[in-house]
């Protein structure tokens, strides 16, 4: 049986999801909500799916999921929402910024028996996941010091960064996220530095945008993270999981794999330097897996507990770095 | 306008061309002709196309190109019937194993003043696209000495081979190809040894395994290419090119971009291991090229004359193994 | 002028600069102080220099310099002792494992106007020394964040853990300096988590083999330190500095730098596993600049101050492991 | 027993080679013979040792082996005058630069059963023994293919190249006999192209500068040497090994291990660009074989004949460059 999915939204992620569930054979893209006609119709034509309102496709018989991809405020409402109306949902990170609401929000999606996958596209990265595989097969014994290098190409504008819930909640979280995934085990303490280094303006918006996180579980075992908002080179994202008996880390990815020898050196270039590049596979991965497991009846691999957990990772860390004392998180 | 595609051929290759059209925004895929019933169907389902006869297309006022996926056998003919309707032709390599009648099918398409693209797709692949625009770009200074480094995983089927061209035809003439593309000049010189190392059956099949040739230009620019039929690591698959300023290659494609540090030491998986993975993003490519030309009125960017180009050279290399002197090709 | 040395102590570091002293056309061996005859005896012949008693080099006119490598416990007595006696200094770090007694010894060289250069080798690394140039060129900018990576192949006997001073003072104190050396910038602030995941009878030991700090200046500048004292990959030196407007980063040394494609994979060998055999160059380099130093009448250029200092942030990353709290060190 | 040696030559070489004799605890530098008297006192100073004529060291008794580091034309007398001394000899490649005069060398040797070693000292290089000792331990299986990538910084002066014997017995030389050392095997066919591409005043010498070469065996195993004389990144020397069961390679080494990350990519220093820093510890290692084999009594592990069947080799590339076609070296 094919799912049939809506998708809420068609910027940017909505557009990548589209792609991504015309690539699904159990899946089949029926309709597109979007307040914008043109971007809806580009898809609808693309695609060859329905326009309709948030209103008809909740009220819908001939819709199974629902993709939402509008603006992270409007998160917790749909999800509830859609959950009531017996849709599965696949919602992008975060639920919401505030952890109360998102809280509720994921009550109530246990409550009436919802489905709810996170949108931590990261885990569904093919070298990620290859680490991850290398970890579970037991390759490098019991994980103890886990190392992740996130490091965005530039700050995003002064009026993102005002809504965007600060680093910790907005940028770190996806570190959280992998670190939970990888450490398989819960964070106990949270310690962290954060400075504004790029922008003095970011310190005016009361944001950071350097920071280094340890998080410590209770068996000892610890993940630091290192975030800028700037790197030159592109879009720094690594893992380094150091176990018993080895270790095994997964490489950036270049604009292009050659290399230029000259009388200057050896040259690379530079790291690709947009998420939805970098990321292409994952964005395709997560929507696979969230048709895989609804359509064999089985729970998503990131659920709203997940995406629950990492915000309150990133309030502990808030609260860390101001007060240069380790947080327990939750 | 959009172009209307018809695929000839729901095999291996034609699956993959049938994915790159319904990616393409300025392309349809209109049309599969395929005798196994079962495969036409698959193709037909999935994007939404015709199932028709070979005739039916080439009598079709509806179809603007084809692409012909068919057996080696069949591209002589097929070619030359389908340019004579007015169709622009995409044709995997070979013309045809026979130069002679490579040749004439050359002629009769240029004589029909009809379009045809020749598949060699490692032209467009991402990285060697990156490698070809810093030679374009000067950055290396005049191209002086290029090293290609071209193995397969492993040894095709003895069948396979038998029908092959051997090869120089079968294996190489895809480095021959790439030669011509760096070198920027045609190759006056060809000299090659060829053993049997990996299965005595192939010998006995009048065929080599094994292989090195340089190639020269009449300005003294070298070029060698090693190839093997069997490389435990994978699809070996790499560029270098020295110049007067400097030099640039390309690296290998692994399995996933992780390394896993032991007591054993630092290892990397294997290289992917099959051509149509390693070369994913060129087969994307070379239709992407092949509809931008066709929908500009441009000249396709790889010809009948580069295919017939490259099967002289693996002509002169079959001579020059068999003798152990060099041999001006064509 | 040839410099006059006599180096105290005959276990493996003092053989060490025995060599290095012995390479440098500014020096000379002069005489050789350790109790054990066998060990005194094969530095003598080898380097053609005296076996000589510690209180017979303190009172000889034909010493102009010494090398201390005795035992930590003896090192701030030595220390006053010998710049007392108007010779240049030259000591394996610490000056003492009490920060108290290492303030008193390094007074006591100031009062008497001593010269006097901490061993510590790492800066004199010749990889790490070009990523210090390059920092110092301007290349990567401003400096923001550091990433120290630094594992142990294996834990040392319990017996020389329990006399270390802790992974902070004995493992660690090396990070602090290059951090310090690096960082450009005092540190004001010391965050850390500490695990025992090795062995557990390091917890016994009242000791830690799993740490993360985390050193902040008063700009903001951040520095993490990764420690483990167990790599089975082999002994892991890694540094890297994010700057604005770039990064530099020095890779690993391994045992050989060859790599094995096999169908397994990629294989490199292990890292070198040995401090001694990783830090060769480094270490021929700190002799070099304190021979360099002192006949051109130059401040060392790591000096007991530098020591200090190091011991200060280990101190600082004891108690921060203990409270999770921040802590402010000196 | 102590081997006391001479050296004969206080050039760059000779310099190199002092050096390491004084680090060999089996050896002791004896004796200095050269016609410049600063550079002799210079070694004779630093090291301890005697300054003597040629004539007195032939006729010495305290002399057991001497290290040729006179100009070529001289090699092959003293070689024939030391070894009817009875010393054991080493002397830097070549034996002579006709082949005729160094087959009666060779032949005189081994009539007064004398001790000759020849300087090829890449195979002491500690990654290309590594990489041996991958292939011999059977790791990638049986040799099948070798890749020889040898490029040197720059042309050297044109008077060298003129007495030089061309760039096949000058440089290749070398390529050569690591091709024998690897292959495991005679070679029994060569084939070469040759071109000028750096310097047309090369041609007007009767020179190449850039030169393929194809060497196959009676197995069929083959090995291409790739050599240019002008590689703007400096020293590039590379080997590849692929088998039955797998490839072994060894990397290049770069002027300091760094990378540095900017928006205009990933940049490595350039390599080494000289032989004696890129070869610095092959050419200790060759020094320390020499006395270890004359000190056991044991043949030295690249012989004379090795020297001449090198020497031959790269008479058939000549003539093969010449030609076009494949000639029979010997």
Redesign the interface.
Same mark, same amino acid.
């Given at each position: 049986m094919t799912l049939r999915i809506a998708i809420l939204g068609a910027g940017r992620i909505g557009q990548v999801h589209a792609r991504a569930v015309a690539s699904e /054979?159990r899946a089949r893209l029926a309709a597109i909500a979007e307040p914008a006609p043109e971007a809806a119709r580009a898809i609808a034509e #693309?695609y060859g799916c329905a326009i309709r309102s948030i209103d008809e496709i909740a009220a819908a018989d001939d819709i199974d999921a629902v993709i939402i991809c509008t603006p992270t405020d409007t998160h917790a409402d749909l999800i509830e929402r859609f959950a009531r109306a017996g849709k599965a949902v696949f919602c992008e990170k975060p639920v919401d910024l505030d952890v109360a609401r998102a809280r509720r929000c994921i009550a109530t999606v246990d409550e009436v028996g919802g489905t709810l996958m996170l949108g931590f596209q990261r885990r569904f990265d /093919?070298?990620f996941m290859? &680490?991850k595989q290398?970890i579970d097969a037991g390759? +490098?014994g019991?994980v103890?010091?886990i190392?992740l290098?996130s490091?965005d190409p530039g700050p995003p504008p002064h009026d993102y960064i005002r809504r965007s819930g600060g680093i910790f909640r907005d940028m770190t979280i996806h570190d959280f996220d992998v670190a939970r995934w990888l450490l398989g085990e819960e964070v106990t303490?949270v310690?962290?530095?954060a !400075?504004?280094?790029?922008d003095p303006e970011i310190a005016a918006l009361g944001d950071y945008d350097?920071a280094?996180v +340890?998080l *410590?579980t209770a !068996?000892?075992?610890?993940c630091?993270i290192?975030n800028?908002r #700037?790197? *030159?080179?592109g879009y720094d994202q690594r893992i380094e999981v150091?176990g018993?008996?080895?270790?095994?880390?997964? #490489?950036n990815?270049?604009?292009?794999? +050659?290399?230029?020898?000259?009388?200057?050196?050896? &040259?690379?270039?530079?790291l690709l330097d947009f998420f939805m590049t970098r990321y292409t596979a994952a964005y395709a991965g997560e929507i696979a897996a969230f048709v895989a497991a609804v359509s064999e009846g089985r729970r998503p691999p990131t659920t709203g507990a997940d995406g629950l957990r990492a915000l309150e990772l990133a309030e502990a860390a808030l609260e860390a770095a101001r007060?240069?004392?380790?947080v327990t998180p939750g």
């Open positions: /054979p #693309r /093919p070298d290859a &680490l290398t390759t +490098i019991k103890e010091m190392t290098t490091r303490r310690q962290a530095s !400075s504004v280094l790029t350097s280094n +340890i *410590t !068996s000892g075992t610890q630091t290192t800028t #700037r790197a *030159t080179y150091h018993s008996l080895g270790a095994v880390s997964a #490489r990815q270049h604009r292009a794999e +050659i290399e230029v020898a000259t009388a200057g050196g050896y &040259l690379r270039p530079p007060t240069g004392n380790a």
